[in-house]
């Protein structure tokens, strides 16, 4: 069984910066694809940034494009989201996820496609 746990999340002023990891352990995610999504209060989770398995492929919700970036660390079985430029209306709790397959959908990914969740950090973003 794969677990990924989420860290660096924290409350932030609007126009700040903040960096979440995604560390890995039970199993390799080093050929998978992984996913960050976010979920508001009284909103559904919802699709953030993908990366595919080497790295090579990115993908962003146009929400957050040009401000977000994930990148990965596959010697060290972690993933990381740089967020910057943070907004109020990013506030929401952030979840790693992957499916733990190669193959890399894109923006295409709904909630329901992963098999392997973290349990989430808190962003919150005063404005």
């Known amino acids: 069984q794969g677990q990924l746990v989420e860290s660096g999340g924290g409350l932030v002023q609007a126009g700040g910066s903040l960096r979440l990891s995604c560390a890995a352990s039970?199993?390799?995610?080093?050929?998978?694809?992984m996913d960050w999504f976010r979920q508001a209060p009284g909103k559904e989770r919802e699709f953030v940034a993908a990366?595919?398995?080497?790295?090579?492929?990115?993908v962003y919700a146009d929400s957050v494009k040009g401000r977000f970036t994930i990148s990965r660390d596959n010697a060290k079985n972690t993933v990381y989201l740089q967020m910057n430029s943070l907004k109020p209306e990013d506030t929401a709790v952030y979840y790693c996820?992957?499916?733990?397959?190669?193959?890399?959908?894109?923006?295409?990914?709904?909630?329901?496609?992963?098999?392997?969740w973290g349990k989430g950090t808190l962003v919150t973003v005063s404005s």
């Open positions: 990366i595919s398995w080497r790295g090579a492929q990115t």
């Open positions: 996820a992957s499916d733990g397959a190669k193959e890399f959908y894109g923006s295409s990914v709904s909630p329901q496609m992963m098999n392997y």
């Open positions: 039970g199993r390799t995610f080093r050929a998978s694809t």
